[in-house]
């Protein structure tokens, strides 16, 4: 009777411990598990923060070379305390085999971000689209709408932004093509010495403008803005979305050209917007870029890697894909990388640090652990 009685006890004690706090501190790079057990699957992620929880979205990745394209959609995650995640689900699904369907199973769906519309209530979520077999020919952005922040998510559409329009930064004698593009395969991460960014701008323009990595921001104003890397990868586009989050304005600048600018994660401090990325090298990781702004749409300055101590030049080995605030702490941000891993894409690990700032630059360091309450000692 006894022992049938401790048993209980114990059946019931570990009941109530499933879902409870196991972590109290961040381990960078080293598997990371949610609420069952397994490790966290959102990859090229951002979060959102709702009501006392931060969800994070991304790309769900499978085992293999074959588990980076899209075989399942976007996962999303919820936490209270950003150690501690709860697995919420698939909540786009990508299209099955033999739909044709722009989000088919197979296709590349990269770097999802959501963001939340106040206006229209509704969670929208952009994403880099790659249509299957495409080979990242594409560079389409493709857009999902729910009206929970968990999904489902609806596919709606997938554009390459700004078609029709030239950037608020360039002048007249830019608007002609200064060299011919049309025959030229490019390699995504450097231009032939006689090419100018500007000739691949002009030869998009009535198709829309590239876009593969990407990010959102929203501003304090409520108005929402898609940063990608454009022009065959060379140059970065700040565009600003129309109220419904739903298309581009038309609103758009250039940044940073024949940069190769890869990875944006744009946030804001203390009225100044703030733009961390990496260069062109595929999967493998590179040196880390910053820039600031004192308005969205420029003028943008580069401020340099701003990873310190890190010796082999690969941000840590990660590559940016959001820094977020932490809320309720003044001045701390996160910084979220991804250490991917494309031999075996769902083994890809999360490298989250904390970011210091020193007058108007960010910097960022390597911890193996560490805790929020660091930021009291920032
Ligand atoms: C680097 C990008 O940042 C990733 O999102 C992905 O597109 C890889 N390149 C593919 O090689």
Redesign the pocket.
């Known amino acids: 009777m006894r022992s049938f009685f401790t048993y209980g006890i114990c059946v019931i004690l570990l009941f109530s411990c499933k879902g409870k706090s196991r972590y109290d501190a961040f381990s960078p790079g080293k598997l990371w598990s949610d609420n069952n057990g397994v490790h966290i699957n959102a990859h090229?992620g951002g979060i959102l923060f709702e009501n006392g929880r931060y969800y994070w979205f991304g790309e769900h990745k499978t085992p293999g070379s074959e588990g980076?394209a899209a075989n399942v959609g976007v996962h999303c995650y919820s936490s209270e305390d950003l150690y501690n995640w709860k697995d919420e689900g698939v909540v786009l699904t990508v299209d099955p085999v033999g739909s044709g369907s722009d989000i088919e199973k197979g296709c590349i769906i990269?770097?999802p971000k959501v963001i939340k519309n106040q206006k229209t209530g509704k969670y929208v979520m952009w994403f880099?689209l790659e249509r299957k077999n495409n080979n990242?020919s594409d560079a389409l952005s493709g857009v999902a709408v729910g009206n929970e922040i968990t999904g489902p998510y609806q596919y709606l559409k997938s554009v390459r932004p700004n078609s029709g329009f030239y950037p608020l930064n360039v002048s007249e004698i830019h608007k002609q093509k200064t060299s011919s593009v049309d025959n030229i395969k490019f390699n995504g991460w450097s231009l032939p010495a006689d090419v100018d960014a500007l000739s691949i701008l002009v030869r998009d323009l009535s198709k829309g403008q590239m876009a593969?990595?990407m990010n959102l921001f929203v501003d304090e104003d409520q108005k929402a803005y898609h940063i990608y890397s454009s022009e065959e990868n060379s140059t970065l586009h700040i565009a600003e979305l129309t109220d419904d989050y739903l298309s581009h304005t038309g609103r758009y600048i250039r940044c940073f050209p024949g940069r190769f600018m890869?990875?944006p994660a744009m946030f804001k401090r203390k009225g100044k917007y703030y733009l961390m990325m990496?260069g062109?090298t595929?999967?493998r990781p590179n040196q880390a870029r910053s820039a600031v702004a004192g308005s969205i749409m420029g003028e943008w300055v580069e401020l340099g890697d701003p990873c310190l101590n890190d010796t082999t030049g690969t941000t840590f080995h990660s590559?940016s894909t959001c820094i977020f605030p932490v809320q309720g702490t003044e001045d701390a941000f996160i910084y979220m990388g991804d250490r991917?891993n494309?031999e075996d894409a769902i083994d890809g690990r999360y490298v989250w640090l904390p970011v210091k700032f020193e007058d108007d630059r960010f910097f960022i360091e390597w911890k193996d652990s560490w805790k929020k309450d660091l930021f009291d000692s920032l």
Do not use: I, L, V
């Open positions: 090229g980076n990269e770097r880099h990242y593969r990595d890869e990875a990496s062109c595929g999967w590559q991917w494309p």
